[in-house]
């Protein structure tokens, strides 16, 4: 019994020594992330439709739509067009077969007063800020392909043009 009691004893004593011993400590880490600024913009074609020289100008438009983070400023610029010899200015769209070019532009209103451009001359850019990427923010683009002389001796097939559009944030 004196054995027994003995060992009861010893085992009580380890377990206490164990419990006693076991100790714990803690600490922090901070979780960090950095939002970087972005854009994105996708465009839509401007279709004048079927001009008649002689009828008067057409007129049409079309909208970029371009999303950024939220608070990020941008600005909106357009190049004179892939045409030969077209600028900001007077931008030109490129017959598909021979060499006749068509006369037209951009504008940033309905008004038609200011070019839409780069910023060169006295043409404007558009600018605007983000509302979260998911949040697209729409620019206006306005066009005019004027019924002059130029155009009104124009060959009759399709013109083309390509506008870069840049946003820069």
Do not use: E, H, W
Request: with cysteine; aromatic share 6%.
């Amino acid at each position: 019994m004196r054995t027994i009691l003995s060992a009861a004893i010893a085992a009580a004593i380890l377990t206490a020594a164990g419990g006693a011993s076991a100790a714990t400590t803690t600490t922090t880490f901070a979780v960090t992330a950095t939002v970087q600024k972005t854009c994105s913009v996708s465009a839509n074609a401007l279709a004048f439709g079927n001009y008649t020289p002689g009828a008067g100008a057409l007129t049409g438009n079309t909208a970029l739509s371009v999303k950024c983070t939220k608070t990020t400023p941008f600005t909106v610029a357009l190049n004179g067009g892939t045409t030969t010899a077209g600028t900001v200015a007077q931008r030109l769209m490129a017959a598909a077969t021979g060499t006749d070019t068509l006369q037209y532009n951009l504008y940033t209103t309905a008004a038609l007063t200011t070019v839409f451009g780069d910023g060169s001359g006295t043409s404007a850019t558009v600018p605007g800020t983000g509302a979260g990427v998911s949040t697209a923010s729409t620019v206006n683009v306005y066009g005019q392909l004027p019924d002059n002389v130029t155009n009104q001796a124009a060959t009759p097939v399709n013109y083309s043009d390509t506008i870069t559009v840049t946003v820069t944030y």
